[in-house]
T-cell receptor
């Protein structure tokens, strides 16, 4: 019940295309869903996050769509750029757990020029 | 530098040796987290401090692992009698209490040979 399942494992997109990464969870006690971006040799960096009382959040080219009934959420990267090539992780925070995050297994995104 | 600093960046040690890593969080952050990330996986929670108090520990944190945060500033993570399975990236993160997002450092990559 603590798991967050992420797909796909890898994704190749042409420059200007839309990248879509999906995550699913079981535990309805999760109350915060961030996405992190990680470049090789670096720690994950917070990209965008959403609470379950909101169905969509947009920041620039990045959008989270959240489906509470399906217990799924996804990251959409519009107008994908080669500089977006990185590993993306979804995560979920258990309510009351002082921000202990459970991460998905990651998606390696490659944006071709 | 206002980021989370981790030292050393890389550590190679022989099986059975003890190792210690250091994390310097963002100065005004009172929460500090340790995560472990193995190749191709998302980070896994190890432990969490609020100020100098260690408030949560994962079952992943065996008796060979110990973490401290004296005076609520920097933190150290020690692994005794290292095993090859300890080879991973050890990530530190910090945040303000009540804040949803936290900032990761670049990690310490441990290789046990």
């Amino acid at each position: 019940q603590q798991q967050v399942k992420q797909s796909p494992q890898s994704l190749i997109v042409q420059k200007g295309g839309i990248s879509i990464i999906n995550c699913a969870y079981e535990n309805t006690a999760f109350d915060y869903f961030p996405w992190y971006q990680q470049f090789p040799g670096k720690g994950p960096a917070l990209l965008i996050a959403i609470r379950p009382d909101v169905s969509e959040k947009k920041e620039g080219r990045f959008t989270i769509s959240f489906n509470k009934s399906a217990k799924q959420f996804s990251l959409h990267i519009m107008d994908s750029q080669p500089g977006d090539s990185a590993t993306y992780f979804c995560a979920a925070n258990l309510s009351g757990s002082a921000r202990q995050l459970t991460f998905g297994s990651g998606t390696q995104l490659t944006v071709l020029p | 530098d206002t980021g989370v600093s981790q030292n050393p960046r890389h550590k190679i040690t022989k099986r059975g040796q003890n190792v210690t890593f250091r994390c310097d969080p963002i100065s005004e952050h009172n929460r500090l987290y340790w995560y472990r990330q193995t190749l191709g996986q998302g980070p896994e929670f190890l432990t969490y401090f609020q100020n100098e108090a260690q408030l949560e520990k994962s079952r992943l944190l065996s008796d060979r692992f110990s973490a401290e945060r004296p005076k609520g500033s920097f933190s150290t993570l020690e692994i005794q009698r290292t095993e090859q399975g300890d080879s991973a990236m050890y990530l530190c993160a910090s945040s303000l209490a009540g804040s949803f997002g936290y900032t990761f450092g670049s990690g310490t990559r441990l290789t046990v040979v």
